[in-house]
């Protein structure tokens, strides 16, 4: 099966600074990869996705870009808010799979 | 983005008993959903796939038996921890694939079970 793995597992920025997040993925037949941010007691909210016809993807101040030759792909937060602070997760998945592979998250602190 | 529910939202239940959680999918029909289970500061750990119609497909090492997973609508899905022990208390969330639509998984709230 597919194995994602993430980091760090921990990530501290200044406010305004930006932060990112890597993840690599094991199975070159994965062609979906979501991102979700989740606050303390929360479920997690998808962010931002990307397919794997696409190398970038923007919206506002959120980013993922892929890279399919080395299996892996991040996600860039720019001007970073204190309410950009929660445990963000990368996931891998395809249509065959029929589930999603999640990494193991990133606890972001955005300090004011 | 779609919205999926879940309920309750946390529960406080005596060892023995039994607790079911409900997870819909509010805007869209899911064929698929998914129950997991997270650990504090944890990531999250699949249980089983829940199939409209069918039986669920459970991971390795989850006791079928013991979490009754019953999917009976293109939008509910039912996760019933059955007798319940101090040990199965944690944070179940629930997610839906919207494969008609969006073609992504969005998650519900999350359900916090404390067995005493």
């Known amino acids: 099966g597919e194995n994602v793995e993430q980091h760090p597992s921990t990530l501290s920025v200044q406010e305004g600074d930006s932060a990112v997040i890597k993840c690599t993925y094991s199975?070159?037949?994965?062609?979906?990869f979501p991102w979700y941010k989740q606050e303390l007691g929360k479920g997690p909210q998808l962010i931002i996705d990307?397919?794997?016809?696409?190398g970038e993807k923007k919206d506002q101040r959120i980013a993922v870009t892929l890279n399919k030759t080395a299996k892996h792909f991040s996600l860039h937060i720019t001007e970073t808010q204190p309410e950009d602070s929660a445990v963000y997760f990368c996931a891998a998945t395809s249509y065959n799979f029929n589930k999603f592979y999640f990494g193991s998250g990133t606890k972001l602190n955005v300090k004011p | 983005g779609a919205v999926v529910s879940q309920h309750p939202s946390w529960v406080i239940c005596k060892s023995g008993t039994s607790v079911k959680i409900e997870c819909r999918s509010l805007d869209f029909q899911a064929t698929t959903m998914f129950w997991y289970r997270q650990f504090p500061k944890q990531s999250l750990m699949l249980m089983a796939t829940s199939n409209e119609g069918s039986k669920a497909t459970y991971e390795q090492g989850v006791e079928k038996d013991k979490f009754l997973i019953n999917h009976a609508s293109l939008t509910l899905s039912t996760l019933t921890v059955t007798s319940a022990h101090p040990e199965d208390s944690s944070f179940y969330i629930c997610?839906?694939?919207?494969?008609?639509?969006?073609?992504?998984?969005?998650f519900g709230p999350g359900t916090r079970l404390t067995v005493l």
């Open positions: 990307i397919r794997s016809n696409v």
């Open positions: 199975d070159s037949a994965s062609n979906y």
């Open positions: 997610s839906a694939w919207d494969r008609g639509g969006t073609d992504t998984q969005y």
